[in-house]
């Protein structure tokens, strides 16, 4: 078996080596233009000449829980896509959205600010009954999340595009579904996958239907946020801010304005990282499968687009 590497902004070296440990039955190596061909590949925003070169390929996986720079490639039909189930992401983006919604919550961002300049204040106790959490995309990471939330007693709320059924989670599905999820959420979480359907739907037209001093934590992708309605929805008061870690340009350009607005948070692509030794276990044991002839997780249905 053949396996070859292709990353973009990230050394492959120590892919090679893990893989090459971990799976020692197995040739792997980095891809190079016109390099031999393979039989599996592991990604990350591969150029279009890779999948053009590799046309032997049975498989591509990536490295990442998102799959839509992968789709915007012209795939072979018959190249089976496969992303990461968890690899250790799920426990960090519990982690990163727990931390904004508590520190929005608890008002931390203003005690920071008193502490700066020598002030010792006082903030009146806010009920966790009035800060309903909504959680937009139920898969592996959004699932993981907000069961940690319910972990702190915020009510939570769930979106998805199919049926869910979460103990403890009031979960609605579909399109017709959505006024009714976002009136019912203060705080709101994105984790849906980019398609086209998804793209933009943080719009002035949806978050104006959030409650009023509505808080908005973005983990997913940049595109699904038009970044325009958020601005003028915080300055016109009826958000109260957002944290942010994805962009539609990465890294955010300097002169770009969410870095200035003082409600506003931002993080550099952080939320969750690809843990390279999780990553190698799941991906040889995703491999190996396949060699039994056996079915397995995270294969992507292009049409739906995760």
């Known amino acids: 078996m053949n396996i070859t590497i292709c990353f973009d902004k990230l050394d492959p070296a120590p892919w090679v080596r893990g893989l090459q440990q971990a799976f020692p039955a197995a040739s792997v190596s980095a891809w190079t233009p016109g390099a031999a061909p393979a039989d599996h590949a592991i990604v990350w925003a591969p150029?279009?000449?890779?999948?053009?070169?590799?046309?032997?390929?049975?498989?591509?996986?990536?490295?990442?829980?998102?799959?839509d720079a992968l789709l915007q490639l012209?795939?072979?039909?018959?190249?089976?896509?496969?992303?990461?189930?968890?690899?250790?992401?799920?426990?960090?983006?519990?982690?990163?959205?727990?931390?904004?919604?508590?520190?929005?919550?608890?008002?931390?961002?203003?005690?920071?600010?008193?502490?700066?300049?020598g002030k010792w204040s006082y903030r009146k106790p806010r009920s966790r009954a009035d800060f309903a959490v909504g959680v937009m995309g139920l898969g592996v990471l959004g699932e993981r999340v907000a069961?940690?939330?319910?972990?702190?007693?915020?009510?939570?709320?769930?979106?998805?595009r199919s049926p869910k059924d979460l103990p403890g989670i009031r979960c609605f599905h579909g399109a017709q579904a959505l006024p009714d999820f976002l009136q019912a959420t203060r705080v709101l979480v994105n984790l849906m996958p980019l398609t086209a359907e998804t793209e933009n739907i943080l719009n002035h037209g949806t978050l104006s239907q959030l409650q009023k001093g509505g808080y908005v934590i973005?983990?997913?992708?940049?595109?699904?946020?038009?970044?325009?309605?958020?601005?003028?929805?915080?300055?016109?008061?009826?958000?109260a801010g957002a944290t942010l870690d994805v962009f539609?340009?990465?890294?955010?350009?300097?002169?770009h304005p969410f870095w200035q607005h003082p409600r506003i948070t931002v993080t550099p692509h952080t939320s969750a990282r690809t843990l390279r030794e999780e990553s190698i276990a799941q991906i040889v044991g995703k491999m190996q499968a396949l060699q039994r002839g056996e079915a397995i997780n995270g294969v992507v249905d292009p049409r739906r687009g995760y």
């Open 47 to 67: 150029p279009q000449q890779f999948i053009d070169e590799q046309t032997g390929l049975q498989t591509l996986f990536n490295i990442g829980a998102g799959v």
């Open 218 to 239: 973005n983990v997913a992708r940049g595109k699904h946020l038009v970044d325009e309605d958020l601005i003028a929805l915080i300055n016109s008061g009826h958000l």
């Open 147 to 160: 069961k940690a939330l319910q972990l702190f007693e915020f009510p939570v709320n769930g979106y998805s």
């Open 74 to 117: 012209r795939l072979p039909p018959t190249l089976k896509v496969v992303r990461l189930d968890d690899a250790g992401m799920s426990v960090q983006m519990a982690e990163y959205v727990c931390h904004a919604v508590i520190r929005h919550f608890r008002e931390f961002d203003g005690y920071d600010a008193d502490a700066v300049s």
């Open 248 to 255: 539609r340009t990465e890294p955010l350009p300097a002169s």
